[in-house]
Structure formats: C-alpha cells, structure tokens
C-alpha cells in the first residue's frame, strides 16, 4: 500500500511541530509539505532542531493542499484559521485532522454540513492524547458513585481559549453520563503550567480528583497519526477520540 501523503499546518508551532515529528517518523506517512505563515523557504527538519528533512516551510496552507493534493491536512493552526482550512482542503477532496481548538460556531456548522454533501471524512479533536480519553472512561465510572462533580483545567499563559476544549468536552461527558448539571468549569492561566485537567467528585464525608497531566506535546503525536490513518477510512465528522479509535 501507498504512503499516506500529509500536510501539516502549523507545523512550526508548539503542538504542530510534535504533529510534524510524528508523522514524519511514522513509517507508512508521508510529510509532502510543512506550513507557516514565517520562516517559508527554511527547512522544517533544520528549524525542529534535528537533521534536514528537505521539507521547506510554506506560508499558505490552501496553496500548500492545491500543490500537493494530500490524503490529508493536519492542521495545528489557530482556531480562527484552522476551519477556514478543513473547509477548503474538503472542497479540493482532502480530507482534515484538526487539532486546533475554539473553532467558532459558524465555521463548525459549516464543516459539519460540508463533511455531509461530500461524504468525506473528518476528524476534529480538542485533545489527541490517549491519557485524556482514559480520565474521561474514569469519570463516567466515578459517576456512578458522585454526581457532584466539577472541572478545573489549568495552562500555560499563552493560551487563548478557556475553558479549554478538553474541559467543554469533559464536561458534555459529565452531563451525558448524569453528572448533577450544569457542571461548573474552571480555567487557570499561568506560566510554567502546559496543560492539566483535574475533575473533582465530592459525596459524603469523601471526595475524589481524577487529574491528567500532560507533560509534553510529544503526548499528541500517536493520536494524530492514529487520527491521519482512521479519517481516510470514514464519511463523518469525528470529535470524539474514543469514538475514532472504535471506528
Ligand atoms: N487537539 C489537541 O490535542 C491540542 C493540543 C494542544 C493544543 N491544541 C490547539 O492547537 C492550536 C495551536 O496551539 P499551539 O499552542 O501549538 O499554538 P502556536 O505555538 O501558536 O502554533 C501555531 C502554529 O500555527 C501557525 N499558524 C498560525 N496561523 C496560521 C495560518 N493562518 N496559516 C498557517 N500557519 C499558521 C504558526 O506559525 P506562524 O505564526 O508563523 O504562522 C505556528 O506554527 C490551538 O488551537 C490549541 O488550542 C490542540
């Protein structure tokens, strides 16, 4: 079987370089080209601190996709730009792996209908790490026992949305498992934090803190290749990574 071909957007970012480094030691993807809206024309491999990959960064992620034609985009982006991507990479028949957070409503709505008309899968997922899908199998059994619960996620000071993604889809979690609603959500925003997740169960006399820590981005790389190969295979939009490994 061919390579997969993979565009990563962002890929000079916090997150999409660990996205990059994964899919370029992933041995049956292929990284065809590497965005950024800086530094284009420099090698990616050079810039990440290891070897040249003689990948050269480019700057715009729609003519990187027109260039190319991927199997799919992974895009690290930002949440005001990596929906406009997913929709377009849809209309030229690539299919997204977002793993940019905060997408606004419209641009969701807009995905949602598109992956329908084509039948072209998509995978849109606040948090790839295999740790955080297993906090959220934790709590619905701890609800059975406490469903007095609420969440606190806590980053680094440079993130932008908040709550985190991560915390808005525990909490959907939460509530759909019988959580006592709504579920209150707190966000904190330091420096030297990267991103933490406590849920906090209280019943009587006792509590319980399910806590998830992620200590590098290097976390997310095995989700977004698990997620690059899954999404060639499916006709829907996946938010869910529970739902994308059982696919
Ligand atoms: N799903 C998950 O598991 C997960 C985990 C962590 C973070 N995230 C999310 O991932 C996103 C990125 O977070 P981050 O902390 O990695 O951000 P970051 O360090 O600021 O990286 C953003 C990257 O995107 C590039 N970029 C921004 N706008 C662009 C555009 N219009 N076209 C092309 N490249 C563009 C930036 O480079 P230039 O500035 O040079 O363009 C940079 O390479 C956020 O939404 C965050 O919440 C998701």
Redesign the pocket.
Known sequence: MSNLRVVV?????????EAAKAVWQAPDLELVAA?????AGEDLGLLLGEAAWGVPLE???AAAVRRTRPDVLVD???????GR?ALDALRQGVRPV?????IPAGDMDALRALVTATGLGAVL?????FGILLLARFCREALRFFPDVEVVELHHS????RP???ALQLRAVLEEAGAHAPVAVHSVRLPGLV?HHEVLFGGPGETLTLRHD?LS?AS?GP??VLAARKVMALDTLVEDLGALIDA
């Open positions: 957007a962002g890929a000079t970012g916090r997150t999409g370089s965005v950024a809206r800086r530094r700057s715009d992620v690290f982006t930002l949440a005001e730009s990596a991507h977002v793993g940019a957070t905060g997922i606040p948090n790839f790490s440079a993130k932008r949305d985190s993604g991560t991103a992620t981005r997310f989700g977004v």
